[in-house]
């Protein structure tokens, strides 16, 4: 596909649980880059790929939430142990360029999973 | 401690009238300025950005203004339409090997035919 797509786009999961969400960016794409958004903020970043090294998880709330891209192409963020608090739609973006570039290099996001912990 | 801020969650403007959009930042470091538009369902699309070193970026109907010494800039729409009724974030990015975008928590814009 011509966008980034990312998979499923909406779970439900038992309060313990342990979820997996996938993303597919835009085919070529060095970077890649996770983000957590509650329900009425905006996107918080939780992790930064370049190709297939994890350059950045500052932003993982928690040991719970791991994130992998082996192969520097798709990534999957897994959430253990999922807690009502993780409920947000987690939203997959790629970038052609890699960090440290001159100028901006625009980020194209996927549509989202919608995680809800109940 | 929010570093990029929109305190307007919702704006309503006639169709053809300007719509302008507010962003408040406290950290002067950010290097470049981003807004986002979203439609229900679907993940932010860019729409325009600004390098800190310049004031105003136009890109048709769309002109960011950024003024630094205030830490602020807006978005302005003109002439507004109903296709452009959506949630528009603020983003900053610090540049260098730190891409990562700092999101405002969105406006509501809704353009009334």
Redesign the interface.
Same mark, same amino acid.
């Given at each position: 596909g011509a966008g980034?797509s990312q998979s499923p786009r909406y779970k439900v999961a038992k309060r313990g649980q342990d979820v997996a969400l996938r993303c597919d960016p835009i085919s070529g794409h060095v970077?890649l880059?996770w983000?957590q958004q509650a329900l009425?903020?905006?996107?918080?970043?939780l992790t930064?790929f370049q190709n297939e090294a994890q350059?950045?998880k500052s932003?993982l709330p928690s040991d719970r939430f791991f994130a992998e891209r082996p192969e520097g192409s798709v990534s999957t963020l897994k959430i253990q142990r999922t807690q009502q608090e993780d409920s947000a739609v987690y939203?997959c973006?790629s970038?052609p360029g890699t960090?440290?570039g001159a100028g901006?290099?625009?980020?194209?996001?996927?549509?989202?999973t919608r995680l809800t912990v109940l | 401690d929010q570093q990029?801020k929109?305190n307007s969650?919702s704006l309503s403007v006639q169709e053809g009238r300007i719509s302008i959009l507010n962003c408040d930042y406290t950290n002067s470091m950010f290097d470049?300025f981003?807004w986002?538009k979203k439609y229900p369902?679907?993940?932010? *699309?860019?729409l325009i950005?600004i390098?800190s070193i310049k004031d105003k970026n136009e890109d048709g109907r769309f002109t960011v203004f950024l003024n630094k010494s205030a830490k602020h800039l807006s978005l302005h729409i003109v002439p507004s339409q109903p296709g452009d009724s959506a949630v528009y974030?603020c983003?900053a990015?610090f540049?260098?090997?730190?891409?990562?975008? *700092?999101?405002?928590?969105?406006t509501q814009l809704t353009v009334l035919p």
């Open positions: 980034v970077s880059f983000y009425g903020q905006g996107p918080e970043f930064y350059l950045d932003g939203l973006a970038s960090s440290g901006y290099n625009e980020q194209f996001f996927g549509p989202g | 990029v929109q969650p470049y981003l986002y369902a679907e993940g932010p *699309t860019f950005s390098s974030f983003a990015d540049g260098g090997s730190a891409r990562q975008l *700092t999101f405002g928590s969105g």
